[in-house]
């Protein structure tokens, strides 16, 4: 079992950053597979970032990349999302999310445990 919480959201102004953070408690964090995702309003949830267990690697939906970094802090039981030159369709209530799987997987019904969600508004 897993706990995750996100903390870092807010009222933005379009081009400037933010970084979410996600805590984690409970069972190995190290063992986790660990992913970021939103939802805007009136949209289903979608993937924005993820972060292998075993290699490290990181992928990114289309729409961040270049933009968004995925990192952990394993010691601290922490991953972070590093948003910058943020745009007002990065607007929604961000989760983190976690699987218990080496594989990195961009599909919400993949990932067992997540946090409560926190809102990221972005102002044009």
């Known amino acids: 079992q897993v706990q995750l919480v996100e903390s870092g959201g807010g009222l933005v102004q379009a081009g400037g950053s933010l970084r979410l953070s996600c805590s984690a408690s409970?069972?190995?964090?190290?063992?986790?597979?660990l992913g970021w995702f939103r939802q805007a309003p009136g949209n289903q949830r979608e993937f924005v970032a993820v972060l292998a267990r075993s290699t490290g690697s990181t992928y990114y939906a289309d729409s961040v990349k270049g933009r968004f970094t995925i990192s952990r802090d394993n010691p601290k039981n922490t991953v972070y999302l590093q948003m910058n030159s943020l745009k007002p369709g990065d607007t929604a209530v961000y989760y983190c999310?976690?699987?218990?799987?080496?594989?990195?997987?961009?599909?919400?019904?993949?990932?067992?445990?997540w946090g409560q969600g926190i809102k990221v508004t972005v102002s044009s």
């Open positions: 999310a976690a699987r218990a799987s080496p594989v990195v997987s961009s599909r919400v019904a993949e990932y067992t445990y």
């Open positions: 409970g069972r190995t964090f190290s063992s986790y597979s």
